[in-house]
């Protein structure tokens, strides 16, 4: 079962979707991206998308986001996702969103609203990375959803080969633990 490492919720025991459908981060690879972005964390507008059990954007709120939002359509994840928000007594809190959505809609809807993030993360199913990185960044960069310094982070497995550049947004490191990797893109 995740957990939340640190900050406000630490400790918490969050609740993942059964079965092979989703794949939540591992601790190891969760603390390894927190202590990377630890500094741009508090005070950000973080979008957690493919969210699954919800448990990094929830990290994010615990360690000081200003608000988080959260995508994901399946509905077993959903249902995760809202009891996750409840066990850190959150729910109707201006602090976090769930948004029952497929990707594209969410950021279509995100985007016509003029919203910015300063983190975006999308942790979509392994096989899928590719075609779902390249929608995505194609419509963060139309509607321009990237605040100033902003990072969009991408979590997949070793043998995902990411480009040096998508849709204006540039590679600018990758990490690996194992057989996942994390590769940061900013504008």
Do not use: W
């Amino acid at each position: 079962m995740p957990r939340v490492v640190t900050g406000r919720f630490r400790g918490t025991i969050l609740q993942a979707p059964e079965g092979d459908k989703t794949r939540p981060t591992t601790d190891k690879v969760k603390e390894a991206l927190f202590s990377i972005i630890q500094a741009d964390v508090p005070g950000s507008l973080f979008l957690d998308l493919f969210s699954g059990s919800g448990q990094i954007g929830i990290e994010a709120l615990s360690r000081g986001a200003e608000r988080v939002t959260l995508v994901e359509r399946s509905g077993q994840a959903a249902s995760i996702i809202s009891k996750n928000i409840s066990k850190i007594r959150m729910e109707g809190s201006d602090e976090i969103r769930f948004l029952k959505k497929s990707t594209a809609q969410a950021l279509e809807l995100l985007g016509q609203a003029g919203e910015k993030f300063d983190i975006i993360f999308m942790d979509p199913p392994y096989k899928d990375v590719p075609q779902r990185l390249e929608e995505t960044a194609k419509l963060i960069s139309e509607y321009d959803m990237l605040a100033p310094g902003g990072m969009l982070i991408v979590e997949h497995d070793k043998d995902c080969e990411m480009p040096e550049e998508i849709s204006g947004l540039k590679c600018v490191r990758s990490c690996s633990y194992g057989i996942t990797v994390i590769t940061f893109f900013k504008v």
